[in-house]
């Protein structure tokens, strides 16, 4: 988070905070490491957002390192290799596939609060509220300071730990938490190998479209 260097600008701390909540390691480190409680109020209630929606996640990361650990799969895929066959998703900068099921795109300039995502064809569903979009072009995302643009992609299944009230990013301190599913429609057949704490055992869950009639 923020790099190998000292950070000082609430912004670009910010900014590297919800990149690396997408990313395989989650973690402060390197010269002059800054806690969020170096900064304003608004930074701290930023950083508890992220951290609980990376606890949230943190299952789907795990067997995600472990899918890679055994087959080869990487945990982050760029969008030539997730989508060979659209090559209208390769040249949009910054974004890429994560765990299969998300599509992260950071946000790399300053005093900017949208950003361009280019959106593969089908259904994609926003983390942070559940509104749908459709795929097939590309999109001006909102990217306010508190927001990462990430996606559901149409069909996901995850598996996720939230607290009782079934709401990502509620604190998992003071709420009981629930081992669930996070899924959204599709069209297709997703599965996903979620693995045990050996990475030896594992479950697949399976995400089939529902058919009319």
Known sequence: IGGFNTVNEEEIYLRWLGFSTFEPLMREHGVGTIAP???SE???QVFVKYYWLREN???TVYSAAATNSKYGIPMA???QMAYPDEPDTHNTEYQYMFCDNMLVAPVTETKTITRKVALPKGKWYSIWDGVSVDGGQIIEAEAPQDRIPV???SGAVMPVTVADTLKLMDSLETHESVKALLVTQGTQKNSFEE???TAENSNIYT???KKNG
Do not use: E, G
């Open 207 to 209: 995400n089939t479209p």
């Open 57 to 59: 996640i943190v299952d």
């Open 42 to 44: 608004y930074a701290q």
């Open 195 to 197: 693995f045990d704490d």
């Open 77 to 79: 895929q760029t969008m």
């Open 151 to 153: 996606y559901l992609k």
């Open 37 to 39: 409680w170096k900064f």
